[in-house]
């Protein structure tokens, strides 16, 4: 499976922004999949993830209620809406595939990354 992410960009403190996560291969529908963020200095850590069906989603605590993750099989893509953007939420965002758990380990194939950058 090939990722690609796209969709970041510079956005205000309380705007939006929706990433796409974009998939190749057949067994896209199988996975579940997830979005980790990298910001300066710091460790990749999780954000959210998706169960193959949607029937399961996961949240960090850091963006639990602002954000929203989908996917839509037929298109082999998987979505991260981002509400209510705050500084803190500056990173490059990367899409991963093959679990929903919280763990960077937990996940065989992942995407190159978007950077979202939120002006105060």
């Known amino acids: 499976v090939q990722l690609q992410a796209s969709g970041g960009g510079l956005v205000q403190a309380g705007g939006s922004l929706r990433l796409s996560c974009a998939a190749s291969?057949?067994?896209?529908?199988?996975?579940?999949m997830g979005w980790f963020r990298q910001a300066p200095g710091k460790e990749r850590e999780f954000v959210a993830s998706?169960?193959?069906?949607?029937?399961?989603?996961y949240y960090a605590d850091s963006v639990k209620d602002r954000f929203r993750v989908n996917r839509d099989n037929a298109k082999n893509t998987v979505y991260l809406q981002m509400n209510s953007l705050k500084p803190e939420d500056t990173a490059v965002y990367f899409c991963?595939?093959?679990?929903?758990?919280?763990?960077?380990?937990?996940?065989?194939?992942w995407g190159q990354g978007t950077l979202v950058t939120v002006s105060s």
């Open positions: 998706i169960s193959w069906n949607g029937g399961n989603r």
């Open positions: 291969g057949r067994t896209f529908s199988t996975y579940g």
């Open positions: 991963a595939a093959g679990s929903v758990g919280t763990r960077r380990y937990e996940y065989h194939y």
